[in-house]
């Protein structure tokens, strides 16, 4: 007779116990992109919502500000680093495939011999990255969890290329997810449109290209829905949602994201991020970034019930709700 | 099936609520991009819009030969159900 394998059950609810972000300390405005190619402030701002963005120095790599931001959220949290046992990356801009950018951040940060890995889900990846952290400690197979979305975009878009050198930056946001008496973290809501892949890629693995209008459609009509599903999953209704954090993709994306989840019932004052207006288009980075900065700012408060959802390129997206910590 | 004025007028609502434009300036033969300053992220709004008003749909391959209000109302003639 075969013996009978063991499987783990950790504790039934997770939280979020703390959050942080880094961001570059160089801003670059709407007019320093103006003296690089034809655009000018009034129609960035129009077109995507973005005032300002920071950009990483060329020795300053994704692995140096997801540490930063990996610390930060520890002491949100009031953790040590030896409290946590798994490391995972989500992002899309390692330079090189080989090594990974968790092993790495993991050992810098003094998390000792930690499970680490990257998730590459592009601009849904922390939102996948958080569901994994989560269903890992309810499953046993972790105590405590560092999520950081680290991007270093700037190394993957043409400088002068005048539609995306407006949108894309650098930075990184993280969360530190652990054990929790109450539920504080929903099941994630994710998939994916593999279908609408060539919509956003890589020209000569160098550059991103995006097929705008296709993007724009399938976010404006697409996400809410998914974000929707989140909501019902997590056993609540639209209107229990305080606070909606959308990827920081483009601020008439969020918008229409918003007014769509209105017209299903989210609140008039719905809270709705629009981090992008002085971050630009972090990917993985944008919605902890984002999280973060409205938690110093008081516009989200410790107890609301906040409903992320990423999408990105593969196409692919994620969302669940949380309590904030 | 709605007539070519139902059409103008459910497609002036549109753009106005979109774009801020006046419903009595989107007139047949303006251009979307030149004369009423929409631009191509709010042409697929209009779009979406406007496959849920009609019941047609205006992929984006179609959405760029409608460069008048006048083609757009000959489209959604053409093809509404």
Redesign the interface.
Known sequence: MSPVLRQKQGPAATRILGVGSYQPDRVVTNDDLSTIMDTNDQWIRERVGIVERRFAEKDELLVDMAVKAGNAALADAGLQPGEVDTVIVPNCTMPSPIPNAAGQVADRIGVKAAGAFDLNAACAGFCYGLGVASDLIRAGSAGKVLVIGAEKLTDVVDPVDRANAIIFADGAGAAVVGPSDEPGIGPVSWGSAGDLVDTIYMRDHKYIFQEGQSVFRWATTQIAPIALKAVELAGLEPSDIDVLIPHQANLRIVDAIAKRLKTKGAREDLVVADDIRFSGNTSSASIPMALDHMRKAGTVKSGDVVLMVGFGAGLSYAGQVVICP | MADKQEILSGLAEIVEEVAGVAQDDVSLEKSFVDDLDI???S???I??QAEDKFGVKIP?DE?ANLKTVGDAVDYVSANAK
């Open positions: 631009d191509s992220l042409m697929v709004e779009a979406v984006d959405l």
